[in-house]
Structures are given as C-alpha cells and as structure tokens.
C-alpha cells in the first residue's frame, strides 16, 4: 500500500480538527450576521426617510451655505474611504472590494487619491500597493459601535471643511442578501442636491435652518448604515466560505475514512495470507 | 367618521410607531403644532417634548421624546424622524 495506516490515520485526524474549526467559525460568524442583520433593515429605513427629506429640503435650497455642501471648483483631490475586513477567511469580500476600487482609481487616473483605510486587509493592501494612506481604523472585527462611526466621521469632516480635500468617496460593501452582496462606491461629500421637482412646502421655522439641524443626522447616519452594511456582508461571506469549508472538510474526511478502511482490510488479509502459508510451509 | 392620515414615527434604532391616526399633536420648533389629514406639505423641526397621537380606533397614545427629530407632512402621510435612540419614554 502506498500510505501506511497510521499515515492515513493521522491525516483524518487533522481534517477532523480542521472541519471543527471551520465549523466554529461558521458558527460564530452566523452569529455575528444575526445580530446585526436586523440593525441593517432598521437603520437603512431610518437612513432612507432622512435622505428623502434632505433632498427635499435641498431641492428648495435658497442661498444655503453650509460647509458640508460647499462644491469645490477644482475636484483634484479625493479622499477614498476604503472598508473591508480585519481578517481574512471570507471568501472574496476583500477582493471584490479591492477590484472595484483599482477600477475606480484607474478611472480617475489623473486626480490625486488618498485613502482612509477601515480594516487591517485595506490598510495592508495601499500600503503594498504604495497609496498614501492618510488615516487608518484597525481592529473592529466586524463590531458596530456608535464610537465608531463618530471617529470615522470627524476625520472625514474634518478633511473636507479644513483639509485641501476636494470630495470623500465611500468604497463599502452593499448587503442584498446574505449570498449576495455589491462593492458599491458612493460620493459622501460634497453633499449634492438630486435633480428632481419642486413641491411647494411650508417650512417651521425655515429651510436654512431644519437643513443645518438635518445634516449631522443624515451624515452619521450615512456613516453607520455603510459600516453596519459593511459588517453584514463581511460576516455573511465568511459564513458561507466557512460552511463550504466545512462541507469539503467532510467530503474529504469521508474519502479518507474510506481509504483506511481499505488499508486495514488490506493488511488484514495480508496477515492471514502470511499466517495461513507459514502454517503450510510448516507442515 | 373623521378623515385619517399615516404617521410612522422613526428612531436610529427602532420603528416606533406606525398606523393609520387622525389626530396628531406634536412638539414643532415654534411651539405645538397640531395636524390633520389633508394638511398642507410640510417640513418641521422638532423639540422634545410630547407627541400626542389620537389613533383611528379611538385610542390615544403619548410619546414623550428626549431629543430633536424632523417632521414631514405628505401627500396624508406623516414621518416623524427622531434623531437618537433613547428617545422615547
């Protein structure tokens, strides 16, 4: 035989473990996805209705100057912010991330790129690849918090409303289903108004006003939904690469247990063959 | 019967309520504003204070909110948007 039995013995032992790591994490990271599926759906409600009245509010805009509206002549300098994962093992989130963004880049070839980078894989990646990384968020592990999402957005405010920073860009990971999910890239600021009709509308007290109060809502807002979506998906495809994991784990594990049980009859019916002609050659 | 409208009122966190009323009381920037269907389009600024809701069925239900929230009229349909989770008691 070509493998011993305790070769073979041992390797299932290590498929085994294998399996039931694989199987730990599938579990952990359905666990994860659960919890913070349900938040997705509601802050995604929450985050539509404040998009719809900012638009509207927008829409009737007089001679609103507000920061975080200000349109800059000149759009040569981009913030992107980049959220993927701190660990790997989830199949092609990463990747399809970092695919979408080297399209974009390519894209917007002549303009200078920075990059916020959410994620220990993010981080690793630009640093490879030699962007500047102006700021950089590490170890979330796919937990949503409100701190986190206040850190993030101070520094990109910060950026645009004191920086030389033209517009910020988000690169983050639309969650449809727990199977499918979309890189999607979205401008943050400047904020723009949305083609659409002008209603009338009374206003309490006036547009300027409600639109300055609105603004900081719908940008956390914004901000949390991204992450939370972000952090959806991330555990999502780790729970689907994990359970197919698994299931090749168990594949292999039976081929093996297979194998051995060929081996040990093998060897079986060599000692008899050995016992029996010995008995004859006695005789 | 009077004429109902919808109202959904919103938090970051949860949907607080959502339901077909017909009479709503709650706490604008200028002051109380009460709102009925047909009401003109409007958007509002809201302080805290109480929301006071009068449901079709004949129920009334009182929201006391913490923070600040926006109020859209449209079209009969009224969202109430508050703008941090502990809200409401």
Known sequence: ?283 | MAKEFHLTVLSPTKSLYNGKVVSLVAPAALGYLGILADHAPLIAGLKKGKIMIKESSGGDVLLETQTRGFLEVKNNNVTIILDRPSGVC
């Open chain 1, 1 to 283: 035989m070509i493998q011993s039995l305790r070769q073979i013995k041992s390797k299932i032992r290590n498929i085994e473990n294998v399996r039931k790591v694989t199987h730990a994490m599938e579990m952990i990271a359905t666990a994860k996805f659960k919890t913070i599926e349900n938040q997705v759906l509601i802050s995604r409600q929450y985050l539509a209705k404040v998009e719809e009245l900012l638009y509207n509010l927008l829409a009737h805009r007089g001679a609103l100057n507000l920061p975080l509206l200000n349109r800059r002549d000149n759009q040569d300098k981009i913030i992107l912010c980049v959220i993927a994962s701190d660990t790997g093992l989830c199949s092609t989130y990463n990747s399809d991330m970092f695919c979408c963004v080297e399209d974009y880049i390519r894209q917007e070839g002549s303009k200078t790129i920075e990059v916020v980078a959410v994620g220990k894989k993010a981080f690793n990646y630009f640093k490879k690849r030699n962007l500047k990384i102006r700021e950089s968020f590490l170890e979330f592990h796919g937990r949503y918090s409100e701190g986190i999402a206040c850190q993030i957005l101070n520094i990109l405010i910060e950026y645009f409303v004191c920086g030389d920073i033209d517009s910020v860009v988000l690169a983050y990971t639309h969650f449809e289903t727990a199977s499918r999910h979309k890189v999607k890239l979205e401008k943050l600021f400047p904020i723009e108004a949305r083609e659409q009709e002008m209603h009338f509308m009374l206003f309490e007290p006036d547009v300027q006003k409600i639109t300055e109060d609105l603004i900081p809502v719908f940008v956390f807002n914004k901000i949390k939904t991204i992450l939370l979506e972000s952090f959806a998906s991330e555990h999502a495809s780790r729970m689907m690469a994990m359970g197919e994991a698994t299931e090749n784990a168990r594949g292999l594990l039976e081929d093996m247990i297979l194998l051995r049980n060929k081996v040990r009859q093998a060897n079986i019916t060599n000692e008899i063959l050995e016992i029996s002609s010995t008995a004859e050659a006695l005789r």
